[in-house]
């Protein structure tokens, strides 16, 4: 998956939470977390950025979360999650 495709991706989890009533705030803001950490990652201002090591394992903890409740933004957090691995990060 390409940097763009992951940017689409996580345009697409911020709309799909916006129309989404039923999460919480903790919910709310661990995701708000997570995308300004992917963001962070890929900024295309030329800097070198390590990659958060439990970056993708907090992503695919609350992607299991999202599974049973918000199928579609579960499904979002597993392509962000394959794509950043693909990418290397």
Do not use: K
């Amino acid at each position: 998956m390409s940097r763009e495709a992951l940017r689409t991706t996580l345009a697409s989890l911020h709309e799909t939470l916006n129309e989404t009533s039923d999460v919480d705030d903790e919910t709310r803001e661990l995701l708000s977390s997570i995308t300004t950490d992917i963001q962070r990652l890929l900024s295309d201002d030329g800097s070198v950025v390590e990659p958060d090591d439990s970056l993708t394992e907090r992503i695919a903890d609350i992607s299991r979360d999202f599974d049973a409740h918000h199928p579609m933004i579960g499904g979002l957090l597993q392509r962000l999650s394959d794509g950043l691995a693909n990418l290397g990060i």
